[in-house]
């Protein structure tokens, strides 16, 4: 027994079926782009911050309290200091807060930031009563308890409290 189909309907044209394939193809294409390119760029992201934080691992500093020097002028005073760069790699002072006598909570001084080089020191000179609220009198806050010095780096840090016999002062 033989069947015989009729033709009753026609087939997509090799023309449009070229067109479709390379339609989806095209759709597909712009998709996967897109996906990658995000992909890449937190990727690349995600490496920065490690590259960061394996950099701050091996990063440390302190303050060589030997050469601490303060100069009073009335009612204001600067502090000479050396920052000692103990690291491994160049560390960045971000920030300095201060606490004084006669206030509650600490201020952070107008403050650039600065880079010490690895295996140095670096002597700088701090103005102890210009702060990121405006300037300070000594008269009114009182004179400076400590002082913290905060890098770019996470957990590196250093405070510089008053010593017993006070600070030394430039004769």
Same mark, same amino acid.
């Given at each position: 027994?033989?069947?015989?189909? %009729?033709?009753?309907? +026609?087939?997509?044209?090799?023309?449009?079926?070229? /067109?479709?394939?390379?339609? #989806?193809?095209?759709? *597909?294409a712009?998709?996967l782009?897109?996906?990658?390119?995000?992909?890449?760029?937190?990727?690349?992201?995600?490496?920065? %911050?490690?590259?960061? +934080?394996?950099?701050?691992?091996?990063?440390?500093? /302190?303050?060589?309290?030997d #050469?601490?020097?303060? *100069?009073?002028?009335?009612?204001?005073g600067?502090?000479?200091?050396?920052?000692?760069?103990?690291?491994?790699?160049?560390?960045?002072?971000?920030?300095?807060?201060?606490?004084?006598?006669?206030?509650?909570?600490?201020?952070?001084?107008n403050?650039?930031?600065?880079?010490i080089?690895?295996?140095?020191?670096?002597?700088i000179?701090?103005?102890?009563?210009?702060?990121?609220?405006?300037?300070?009198?000594?008269?009114v806050?009182?004179?400076?308890?400590k002082?913290?010095?905060?890098?770019?780096?996470?957990?590196?840090?250093?405070?510089?409290?008053?010593?017993?016999?006070?600070?030394?002062?430039?004769?």
């Amino acid at each position: 027994m033989a069947y015989y189909f %009729q033709k009753k309907r +026609k087939a997509v044209s090799p023309l449009i079926a070229a /067109v479709l394939l390379i339609a #989806f193809t095209m759709a *597909i294409a712009a998709l996967l782009t897109a996906w990658v390119t995000q992909f890449t760029k937190q990727q690349q992201d995600e490496s920065e %911050q490690y590259r960061e +934080k394996i950099e701050c691992a091996g990063s440390n500093f /302190v303050v060589n309290s030997d #050469f601490n020097l303060w *100069i009073n002028v009335f009612d204001k005073g600067n502090m000479s200091t050396r920052l000692e760069n103990i690291g491994f790699n160049p560390i960045r002072i971000k920030k300095i807060q201060v606490w004084y006598d006669n206030q509650n909570l600490p201020e952070y001084l107008n403050f650039s930031e600065m880079t010490i080089p690895e295996d140095e020191d670096v002597k700088i000179n701090i103005d102890l009563y210009e702060t990121e609220s405006g300037t300070l009198s000594s008269l009114v806050v009182g004179g400076v308890e400590k002082i913290q010095f905060f890098s770019t780096c996470d957990g590196v840090w250093f405070i510089l409290e008053r010593p017993i016999g006070g600070w030394n002062i430039q004769p």
